[in-house]
């Protein structure tokens, strides 16, 4: 068979939810899709976590596809998830900043030891992993409840409450040391 037609019957096969067909399209595309994440983001993680958002988009929209070049409908759902994880980036980006502005303006008449705390306290927060940061920042700076913050990660509470507090935990061990 040649590209075209075989590409066509792996499409076919897809929009019918033959799991065959979408693995075949994974082995197709996967090299490619990856190199263009790792090409824009130079990051081995996030590559793979967007190649993986991308697939699972694909399984959802492959219906949407009405013919044409499959390669640039392809790609452009990859742009968009990127442009999305960009805006993302820079809204939780925009977020900490916020806070530390707050922070730094709400430390003016501090005295110099709880300066220092607060430098280090910011210091330590950035040595935690992203994820747990972020938990701490909306619970903590943004004043977000444990039920608002658990519906915005799209989490059962619990898991929510526990991550904050290994997060505590965590920031509490970086600050004695």
């Known amino acids: ?73 392809i790609f452009r759902i990859a742009s968009n998830i990127f442009t999305d994880h960009l805006r993302a980036k820079q809204k939780q980006k925009k977020l900490i900043e916020n806070k530390v502005l707050i922070l730094e303006s709400a430390s003016v008449g501090l005295k110099y030891s709880d300066k220092h705390s607060l430098d280090k306290l910011q210091s330590q927060l950035d040595k935690l992993d992203e994820k747990t940061k972020e938990l701490i920042v909306l619970r903590f ?28 935990a965590k920031l509490r061990e970086l600050m004695v040391e």
């Not at 979408?22 to 090409?39: A, E, M, P, T």
């Not at 004043?143 to 507090?165: D, N, W, Y």
């Open 141 to 168: 700076y943004s004043g977000l409840s444990f039920k608002e913050i658990a519906q915005i990660k799209k989490e059962p509470i619990g898991t929510t409450l526990s991550k904050v507090h290994r997060g505590i």
């Open 1 to 73: 068979m040649n590209r075209p037609d075989e590409l066509l019957g792996i499409i076919k096969g897809c929009k019918n939810g033959d799991n065959d067909s979408f693995s075949r399209l994974v082995d197709l595309y996967s090299k490619r899709l990856y190199g263009y994440f790792y090409r824009l983001s130079g990051n081995r993680t996030l590559s793979d976590d967007l190649l993986s958002e991308l697939f699972v988009k694909l399984v959802k929209k492959i219906g949407s596809y009405k013919g044409g070049s499959f390669d640039g409908w």
